[in-house]
């Protein structure tokens, strides 16, 4: 059975019909939220920043959010194979412990654990990830307005159900309540349009490094929001795949070249609030110059209960833990058939396998 599956949008499609794919061609790496979903793609994370991106020495924006964004700074780390595997295995380890009847852990422990892992991770490299010759990362965090300026038992759900009621009516409308803040590296613009929502773009750097990434990766309810982040303007952040859950951004540029991205599944759905609004999942012009490649989902049927990992494990497994990293290892070492069947379709590119986004 085929793991891998490819999706192409037209300008992408015109390109690889016209040169194939070489790692001089890509420009942007996009990376999505999603938790433990985004494990699977370890294999394919090493091939590309461990081998065959490294063949080639053009800049290129590496765009992320939650989970994508860990894995983005990941990648600006020195010798990013050993980076990906450590990332693998201590994300695989990570722990919760709960106490007798307790379904899940406070989000104050969960901040608490995060950030020693953060620091574990990235402290006293930093200087690799903002200063990489090539890569220029961009960090998406979501910042509240109005009740969701500050975190606050009350205010903080009342909030979040407006900005709920407001995107089912207009994606833009959750402006209101959320914008998009991205944390950018050297400097760089941003490889996107931002027309499409309320956005603004600020520094990333070693003041605000550590916490603009907890920031991108502090899902609301299960961590806490993280504030007073260097540089950045006042207010509440929380994980950036509220705003942008799978980077469906502006990503049209008259510069040749594509938008390269390892995803885990065909859809790039807008924000983490669209997840039921189907008619959203749709390819838009945004995404014209992006090939996706994903996991077809009937492979994905013979990985441990037969699902790709995610949150509801850690609720499934309780404390189970060595039962949880024994799944979750186990849809890994699956997964390097993925990367696997990516480098054997570069060496003889065949566009019948191509779909259409």
């Not at 959010?65 to 980076?83: F, H, K, N, V, Y």
């Not at 992006?290 to 850690?314: C, E, G, I």
Request: include cysteine; proline fraction near 7%.
């Amino acid at each position: 059975m085929k793991a891998l599956r490819l999706y192409a949008g037209p300008q992408a499609r015109a390109h690889l019909q016209a040169h194939g794919l070489q790692p001089e061609h890509v420009r942007v790496v996009p990376a999505a939220a999603g938790g433990p979903k985004g494990l699977v793609l370890g294999p394919l994370d090493r091939f590309l920043f461990g081998d065959w991106l490294a063949r080639s020495s053009q800049p290129v924006d590496l765009v992320g959010a939650s989970i994508g964004a860990w894995r983005m700074a990941t990648a600006c780390l020195d010798r990013p194979g050993e980076a990906f595997a450590r990332l693998e295995h201590d994300y695989i380890a990570q722990r919760y412990d709960l106490a007798p009847g307790q379904k899940r852990p406070t989000a104050e422990h969960v901040s608490e654990r995060f950030a020693d892992n953060l620091k574990l991770f990235f402290g006293g490299r930093e200087h690799e990830v903002l200063q990489h010759p090539r890569y220029r990362l961009h960090v998406i965090a979501s910042r509240g307005r109005h009740l969701l300026a500050r975190e606050h038992g009350l205010a903080t759900p009342l909030g979040y159900l407006g900005a709920f009621v407001s995107n089912t009516v207009q994606r833009r409308a959750m402006g209101a309540w959320l914008e998009r803040v991205v944390f950018s590296s050297q400097h760089a613009a941003l490889p996107f349009g931002t027309r499409d929502y309320r956005s603004r773009q600020v520094a990333l750097t070693p003041a605000n490094f550590m916490d603009a990434v907890q920031a991108s990766c502090s899902i609301p309810f299960v961590l806490r929001s993280v504030s007073a982040i260097a540089g950045a303007p006042p207010g509440a952040y929380w994980d950036g795949g509220i705003t942008d859950y799978h980077m469906h951004l502006d990503y049209r540029n008259p510069a040749p070249g594509v938008v390269l991205y390892p995803h885990f599944q065909q859809a790039v759905v807008p924000g983490w609030l669209d997840k039921a609004l189907k008619w959203r999942h749709r390819a838009s012009a945004f995404l014209d110059p992006m090939l996706v490649l994903a996991p077809d989902p009937a492979w994905v049927q013979t990985l441990p209960n037969a699902k790709l990992p995610d949150r509801k494990d850690f609720t499934h497994y309780g404390n189970d833990h060595a039962g949880r990293s024994a799944a979750w290892t186990r849809a890994v070492q699956a997964s390097q058939q993925l990367a696997d069947e990516f480098a054997e379709w570069l060496q003889a590119p065949d566009m019948g396998r191509v779909e259409a986004l």
